[in-house]
T-cell receptor, first 114, second 116 residues
Framework: DAGVTQSPTHLIKTRGQQVTLRCSPK?????VSWYQQALGQGPQFIFQ???????QRGNFPDRFSGHQFPNYSSELNVNALLLGDSALYLC?????????????FGSGTQLSVL | AQSVTQPDIHITVSEGASLELRCNYS??????LFWYVQSPGQGLQLLLK??????LVQGIKGFEAEFKRSQSSFNLRKPSVHWSDAAEYFC??????????????FGQGTILTVHP
């Protein structure tokens, strides 16, 4: 049973570019949440997708957007990259929206913005 | 504003020694509380959680945590640390009830180093 898988594992971009990160949830899960973890910090909630809609959003600008596909996989898009967007981006999946107890995290995508 | 604070950025213990990692929260009402562990190159793994009821919670890998409402704390403990426990530990919280939608607020983490 595959867990949460994220791709790519590492990515290098330059300021102003756009990036797309991908997440496949754990088998049987239908909800995907995205977190940003800056170096030396705890993860910060970006947003959550359920039934292909954004259900809740953290304090992130509109440059951060996402999508969920019918197979429950998800993408995180970041436009106009800033140096401060360099971080580990974590995807977490769960079954249903009120399921904090069953959040499963992927290993993340390390994004470096130069 | 809701927040989770882990006062210790880095803790070093000897193998076999006891461990306590501190966590304090600031929420309008008692939140759901969690401890996660993160090893290098790995995702976050849930150690234990507190929703309600017994204030002493048992988790995986021999960890336990105690919820103290009066102190707004949820400290993680282990009676005897193993070298494999070296990792970064995160305390997290979310609004209680069905409206949390998977939105966790994390502390900044505590790095645990274990000396042989």
């Amino acid at each position: 049973d595959a867990g949460v898988t994220q791709s790519p594992t590492h990515l290098i971009k330059t300021r102003g570019q756009q990036v797309t990160l991908r997440c496949s949830p754990k088998s049987g899960h239908d909800t995907v949440s995205w977190y940003q973890q800056a170096l030396g910090q705890g993860p910060q909630f970006i947003f959550q997708y359920y039934e292909e809609e954004e259900r809740q959003r953290g304090n992130f600008p509109d440059r951060f957007s996402g999508h969920q596909f019918p197979n429950y996989s998800s993408e995180l898009n970041v436009n106009a990259l800033l140096l401060g967007d360099s971080a580990l981006y974590l995807c977490a999946s769960s079954l249903g929206r009120a399921a904090n107890e069953k959040l499963f995290f992927g290993s993340g995508t390390q994004l470096s913005v130069l | 504003a809701q927040s989770v604070t882990q006062p210790d950025i880095h803790i070093t213990v000897s193998e076999g020694a006891s461990l306590e990692l501190r966590c304090n929260y600031s929420y309008g009402a008692t939140p759901y509380l969690f401890w996660y562990v993160q090893s290098p190159g790995q995702g976050l793994q849930l150690l234990l959680k507190y929703f309600s009821g017994d204030t002493l919670v048992q988790g995986i890998k021999g960890f336990e945590a105690e919820f103290k409402r009066s102190q707004s704390s949820f400290n993680l403990r282990k009676p005897s640390v193993h070298w494999s426990d070296a990792a970064e530990y995160f305390c997290a919280a979310s609004n209680a009830g069905g409206t949390s939608y998977g939105k966790l607020t994390f502390g900044q983490g505590t790095i645990l180093t274990v000396h042989p």
